[in-house]
T-cell receptor, first 115, second 116 residues
Framework: AQSVTQPDIHITVSEGASLELRCNYS??????LFWYVQSPGQGLQLLLK??????LVQGIKGFEAEFKRSQSSFNLRKPSVHWSDAAEYFC?????????????FGTGTLLAVQP | NAGVMQNPRHLVRRRGQEARLRCSPM?????VYWYRQLPEEGLKFMVY????????ESGMPKERFSAEFPKEGPSILRIQQVVRGDSAAYFC??????????????FGDGTRLSIL
């Protein structure tokens, strides 16, 4: 069955520190992978996506993610976290462009940033 | 360029009433998706629609829930005879027509449904 696992429910980092949020997926075909961010009371904003090609993907707000097929992972990274990055982060996988374009989301990682 | 518009932002209903949630996709988008987010959980897919067609409703509860995307006007998610367990945030997303490649889904700000 298709699934996405985000093993870390909460993460706290200090401002200026580096960040890595983990995401593992289970998917039968070549996956389309996404990271979204959600601020409290808001919708989801797309940070970055992987469809094909270079496995290191650059996104908005200084985020990047690396697709590792051998590990079924798509971890999100940022070299230096800002206080405004505090939010909930969701990894998602989809059969984008197939018969159904639905996304399967992980349960999210809530990021807190200490001053 | 307006994004995905959902209304209302907040909706309060009593048990047994009906809830109607509206979603206007981004300009040029003809595919609409509805997701539900329960407290402390990620988003769960409910239904995928194109104009006048339901493409995938595998995530819709079998009873009380329905969705439509008419030729004119917004997409509507309808919940009849609401119960406390329907309290959640409901998100709509849209994407361009098939054939426009590499376009992800864009999300609205959601409707927070509270059942008294």
């Amino acid at each position: 069955a298709q699934s996405v696992t985000q093993p870390d429910i909460h993460i706290t980092v200090s401002e200026g520190a580096s960040l890595e949020l983990r995401c593992n997926y289970s998917y039968g075909a070549t996956p389309y992978l996404f990271w979204y961010v959600q601020s409290p009371g808001q919708g989801l904003q797309l940070l970055l996506k992987y469809f094909s090609g270079d496995t290191l993907v650059q996104g908005i707000k200084g985020f990047e993610a690396e697709f590792k097929r051998s590990q079924s992972s798509f971890n999100l990274r940022k070299p230096s976290v800002h206080w405004s990055d505090a939010a909930e982060y969701f990894c998602a996988v989809g059969n984008y462009g197939g018969a159904t374009n639905k996304l399967i989301f992980g349960t999210g990682t809530l990021l807190a940033v200490q001053p | 360029n307006a994004g995905v518009m959902q209304n209302p932002r907040h909706l309060v209903r009593r048990r047994g009433q009906e809830a109607r949630l509206r979603c206007s996709p981004m300009k040029g988008h003809s595919h609409v998706y509805w997701y539900r987010q329960l407290p402390e959980e990620g988003l769960k897919f409910m239904v995928y629609l194109q104009k006048e067609n339901i493409i995938d409703e595998s995530g819709m509860p079998k009873e009380r829930f329905s969705a439509e995307f008419p030729k004119e006007g917004p997409s509507i998610l309808r919940i009849q005879q609401v119960v406390r367990g329907d309290s959640a945030a409901y998100f709509c997303a849209s994407s361009p027509p098939s054939g426009v490649s590499n376009q992800p889904q864009h999300f609205g700000d959601g409707t927070r449904l509270s059942i008294l």
